[in-house]
């Protein structure tokens, strides 16, 4: 991706305070343990990875709308809008964000409940209850939260450069690909610059 990390809104806005995050999500674990608040953003990570990869979209678009989830989480409650509808709208404006091409709404809803009734049916064991106006409603609610700030860096490209350098390509690439994956299942994304991902992950 083009342009200066650090004079971005990424760095400038989203990179931000542990304490900070701790506090903000005060209200929901008034009510949820940690550990119970951790595996609900691992089973949304796991959602938005299995509704991209039934859009066929790259692993760039899944991991920006992730990226959008847990930065819409990290100032609001999850009382505040129902995961379950904004997983869809993250993937909904990630997927024109970065460039792929433009999911229908539509699409995407029936999608939800195809893969909720096939592969989340323990966690959601009724109807999906909404549709492409609810997807493009909350769309909007999301661009407000994010204040607009819609280019993620993210650790891919950052990675490939690192693995060039130092002269080792197939086998250490696909492991910190991985690695890279399964760090948007934490917080990682929201405390650090892509490029310390990287290193801490490759070293």
Known sequence: ?????????????????????????????????????????????????????????????????????KRFYARNSLKNIDPFLLAPTCIFLSSKVEEFGVISANRLAGSCSSVIKNKFNYAYNQEYPYHSKHILECEFYLLENLDCCLIVYQPYRPLLLLIQDIGQEDQLLTLTWRIINDSLRTDVSLLYPPHQVNFHEVF
């Open 1 to 69: 991706m083009a342009g200066n990390f650090w004079k971005s809104s990424h760095y400038q806005q989203w990179i931000l305070d542990k304490q900070d995050l701790i506090r903000e999500r005060q209200i929901d674990l008034a009510i949820l343990t940690e550990e119970e608040y951790t595996k609900i953003f691992i089973f949304f990570a796991n959602f938005i990875q299995v509704l991209g990869e039934q859009h066929k979209l790259r692993q760039q678009v899944i991991a920006t709308a992730t990226v959008y989830f």
